[in-house]
């Protein structure tokens, strides 16, 4: 089988990785990819957001199944015309990821059909002023959300009145562009927030892993939102039973509600959750593997990838099963100095294949080139180090021990990845 991975971060990365590993795989490419990708896959030099070039190229080249690995290419319909010109793929119709693509439709589909979540409102710019009165009347803690796809960084926890009316100013003055033309404001949960990732085929759905990330740029949760700096895999506040409370009152709830809608959802849908005293509710949904968490998850998983997601493009998943190493994992992300905002690039980084050399860890790129044998950085988040181990304590450490061998003074990373997890999980890894 030939496979096309679409993107080119570490997520696309570990994705490629693990697919070269499958015996049904024959040939993995990647579009656009990256330098480090081109260890495990064949690089094809056409945008993500290319739809066009993508859907002919996989057509010319016989491809027998695409991956979509960022969501702005499912947002602009990727798969519906890959399955026009009779190509399978996994992620879901433009209509199905609404559910990242806006927070306001998952919100109301969670309202019509009794998925538990938190008390929102909905607000157009227009609303501004109803908005503002909203907010001050629920006070703080409280969180708002710019309605559409924001990098990761379109949703203010704020604990102050005036934090919340200074996040919904920033979003109707066009800070997050269209995306923020309406925001959602909702009540602030209380709780442990952890990840589950679940593989659908519109009317199943397998468990592929759960992850804890790690938002904030500095250590002990401070600074400006990224798109993730670091996790670790399994999440504490997900044992199997709490696993299985989430897919019975969440993530199949989600699945029936999509089909009876007319948008039944097939791909890897990434429920972000608190667990409160009450139980799971959602924080909001994204339609593929999450970044950095792709790349602890897919490390523990002992089913092969590929089969699992023939499987899904195939409607199969009710026949299935999937089983996971008793291990953890733990990843760092390494970023130019400056990062979420603007950064340098070209930078050197040097002693990779010493990194690489610590026992039981992987190195996924996401923002590098190489130059006369060279490693350059070439944006802000570059490189995601993975140390796995028996237990969480032993994977931080070897991811450590691999990041403090790589030399590159004009990066920076978290010294705290895995904090929250470690205090509650020391021991063996149980589950997904």
């Given at each position: 089988?030939?496979?096309l991975?679409v993107?080119s971060?570490?997520?696309e990365?570990a994705?490629?990785?693990?697919l070269?590993a499958?015996p049904?795989?024959k040939?993995v490419?990647?579009?656009?990819?990256?330098?480090?990708?081109a260890?495990?896959?064949?690089?094809?030099?056409?945008?993500?957001e290319?739809?066009?070039?993508?859907?002919a190229?996989?057509?010319?080249?016989?491809?027998d199944?695409?991956?979509v690995?960022?969501?702005?290419p499912?947002v602009?319909g990727l798969?519906?015309?890959?399955?026009?010109a009779?190509?399978r793929?996994i992620g879901p119709?433009?209509?199905?990821?609404r559910?990242?693509?806006?927070?306001?439709f998952?919100?109301?589909?969670c309202a019509?059909?009794g998925?538990?979540?938190?008390?929102?409102?909905?607000f157009?710019?227009?609303?501004?002023d109803?908005?503002?009165?909203y907010?001050?009347?629920?006070?703080?803690?409280i969180?708002?959300?710019a309605?559409?796809?924001a990098?990761g960084?379109?949703?203010?926890v704020?604990?102050?009145?005036?934090?919340a009316?200074?996040?919904l100013d920033?979003?109707?003055d066009g800070?997050?562009?269209?995306?923020g033309?309406?925001?959602?404001?909702?009540?602030f949960?209380?709780?442990d927030?952890a990840?589950?990732?679940a593989?659908?085929?519109?009317?199943d759905?397998?468990?592929?892993?759960?992850?804890?990330?790690?938002?904030?740029?500095?250590?002990?949760?401070?600074g400006p939102?990224?798109?993730g700096m670091?996790?670790c895999?399994?999440?504490?506040p997900?044992?199997?039973?709490?696993v299985?409370?989430?897919?019975?009152?969440?993530?199949?709830?989600?699945l029936?509600?999509m089909a009876?809608?007319?948008t039944p959802?097939?791909?890897?849908?990434?429920?972000g959750l608190?667990?409160?005293?009450?139980?799971?509710r959602?924080v909001?949904?994204?339609?593929?593997m999450?970044?950095?968490e792709?790349?602890?998850?897919?490390p523990?998983?002992?089913?092969?990838?590929g089969?699992?997601?023939?499987g899904?493009a195939?409607?199969?998943?009710?026949r299935?099963s999937v089983?996971?190493?008793?291990?953890h994992t733990?990843?760092v992300v390494?970023?130019?100095r400056?990062?979420?905002?603007?950064?340098?690039?070209g930078s050197e980084?040097?002693?990779l294949?010493?990194a690489?050399?610590?026992?039981?860890v992987?190195?996924?790129?996401?923002?590098t080139?190489?130059?006369?044998?060279?490693?350059l950085?070439?944006?802000?988040r570059?490189?995601?180090v993975?140390?796995?181990g028996?237990?969480?304590?032993e994977a931080?450490?070897?991811?450590?021990?691999a990041?403090?061998?790589i030399?590159?003074p004009e990066?920076?990373?978290?010294?705290?990845i895995?904090?929250?997890?470690l205090?509650?999980?020391?021991?063996?890894a149980r589950?997904?």
């Amino acid at each position: 089988m030939r496979v096309l991975v679409v993107g080119s971060g570490a997520r696309e990365h570990a994705l490629c990785w693990s697919l070269a590993a499958s015996p049904l795989v024959k040939t993995v490419l990647c579009a656009p990819g990256n330098a480090g990708i081109a260890r495990d896959a064949e690089l094809v030099p056409i945008a993500a957001e290319a739809v066009d070039e993508l859907v002919a190229f996989a057509r010319r080249e016989r491809i027998d199944l695409v991956v979509v690995g960022p969501e702005r290419p499912l947002v602009l319909g990727l798969v519906d015309r890959l399955a026009e010109a009779g190509v399978r793929a996994i992620g879901p119709s433009a209509a199905a990821a609404r559910l990242e693509g806006s927070k306001a439709f998952t919100k109301e589909l969670c309202a019509r059909h009794g998925i538990p979540t938190a008390a929102f409102r909905v607000f157009e710019a227009r609303e501004r002023d109803a908005a503002r009165t909203y907010i001050e009347a629920r006070g703080a803690p409280i969180v708002v959300k710019a309605d559409g796809l924001a990098a990761g960084k379109g949703v203010t926890v704020a604990a102050t009145v005036e934090e919340a009316l200074a996040a919904l100013d920033a979003a109707f003055d066009g800070a997050f562009g269209e995306a923020g033309a309406r925001v959602v404001v909702e009540e602030f949960l209380e709780g442990d927030e952890a990840s589950l990732f679940a593989l659908c085929d519109g009317r199943d759905a397998l468990v592929l892993g759960t992850a804890q990330d790690h938002k904030r740029a500095f250590d002990g949760d401070r600074g400006p939102n990224t798109g993730g700096m670091g996790a670790c895999s399994p999440a504490p506040p997900l044992p199997p039973a709490m696993v299985e409370r989430a897919m019975a009152e969440i993530v199949r709830p989600t699945l029936a509600a999509m089909a009876a809608e007319g948008t039944p959802f097939r791909g890897i849908l990434y429920a972000g959750l608190m667990i409160g005293p009450t139980g799971p509710r959602l924080v909001e949904y994204n339609v593929r593997m999450g970044d950095p968490e792709c790349q602890v998850v897919l490390p523990r998983l002992m089913t092969d990838l590929g089969q699992l997601l023939f499987g899904a493009a195939d409607g199969m998943l009710g026949r299935m099963s999937v089983r996971f190493y008793p291990t953890h994992t733990l990843g760092v992300v390494l970023a130019t100095r400056g990062y979420p905002g603007p950064v340098g690039r070209g930078s050197e980084l040097r002693g990779l294949e010493a990194a690489e050399a610590v026992e039981g860890v992987h190195l996924f790129h996401a923002a590098t080139r190489k130059e006369g044998g060279r490693w350059l950085a070439d944006g802000g988040r570059v490189l995601t180090v993975v140390g796995s181990g028996a237990t969480l304590a032993e994977a931080r450490d070897r991811a450590y021990a691999a990041v403090d061998r790589i030399d590159w003074p004009e990066g920076f990373c978290r010294r705290d990845i895995g904090w929250r997890a470690l205090a509650a999980s020391p021991g063996p890894a149980r589950g997904g």
